[in-house]
């Protein structure tokens, strides 16, 4: 597993999490990040990106409630999601471009998954 990913659980809406996306092999540098999501019976969508230069963007859906950041120290990419609604109910993919050190090879890669559910 190239891309380690926790934080996502049960909440009530209104509330918050955190999700993170941990690059785990030695060497590992992220460049940029995605997070995608996809919801029972939908196609997996776009929710935010995050440049190498820091640069972010996100869906309309999440504009003003979600955001993303990564630290280059930990090579580990954050969702913090505010203000939940049952509509971001979801599994949550973070995907990677990845640079590795030694050998200056550059791929992407993607995470697990995590699930996120927003009921009260």
């Known amino acids: 597993v190239q891309l380690v990913e926790s934080g996502g659980g049960l909440v009530q809406p209104g509330e918050s999490l955190r999700l993170s996306c941990a690059a785990s092999?030695?060497?590992?540098?992220?460049?940029?990040g995605n997070w995608y999501r996809q919801a029972p019976g939908k196609e997996r969508e776009l929710v935010a990106t995050?440049?190498?230069?820091?640069?972010?963007n996100y869906a309309d859906s999440v504009k003003g409630r979600f955001t993303i950041s990564k630290d280059s120290a930990t090579n580990t990419v954050y969702l913090q999601m505010d203000s939940l609604k049952p509509d971001d109910t979801a599994v949550y993919y973070c995907?990677?471009?990845?640079?590795?050190?030694?050998?200056?090879?550059?791929?992407?890669?993607w995470g697990q998954g995590t699930q996120v559910t927003v009921s009260s």
């Open positions: 995050i440049t190498s230069g820091d640069t972010t």
């Open positions: 092999r030695s060497g590992s540098r992220v460049n940029t």
């Open positions: 995907n990677a471009e990845i640079r590795n050190s030694y050998t200056g090879r550059i791929y992407s890669t």
